[in-house]
C-alpha cells in the first residue's frame, strides 16, 4: 500500500492486477487440463486405461462448460478410476 497514490489510482492498480490474476490463474488451469488430456492419451496407447476415455474426458468438459455449476470431479472425471 503506497500512500503516495492517489484512491482512484489504487483502485485502478487493483482492478489490473485481480483482471491479470484471473487470466493467469485460466491459462494454468487450461494447461493443466491439456497435459492431462495428453497423459491420458500415453496410458491409452500403453493400454494401461480402455480406449475412448479421452472422449468421454473431452465430452464431460464440453457439458461443464455449457453448465455455469461446478462439479467435484478432477479433470479426469469417475469413469476413468
Keep these: 500500500m503506497n500512500e503516495r497514490l492517489d484512491v482512484r489510482t489504487r483502485e485502478r ?6 483482471n491479470t490474476a484471473q487470466v493467469l490463474n485460466q491459462i494454468l488451469r487450461d494447461r493443466q487440463f491439456k497435459e492431462w488430456e495428453n497423459r491420458l492419451r500415453e496410458l491409452e496407447s500403453m493400454g494401461h486405461i480402455p480406449r475412448g476415455t479421452v472422449g468421454q474426458v473431452e465430452h464431460s468438459e464440453n457439458q461443464k462448460s455449457a453448465s ?3 462439479t467435484d470431479e478432477g479433470p479426469v472425471g469417475k469413469d476413468v478410476i
Design 13 to 18: 492498480w487493483t482492478q489490473m492486477h485481480t
Design 68 to 70: 455455469s455449476g461446478s
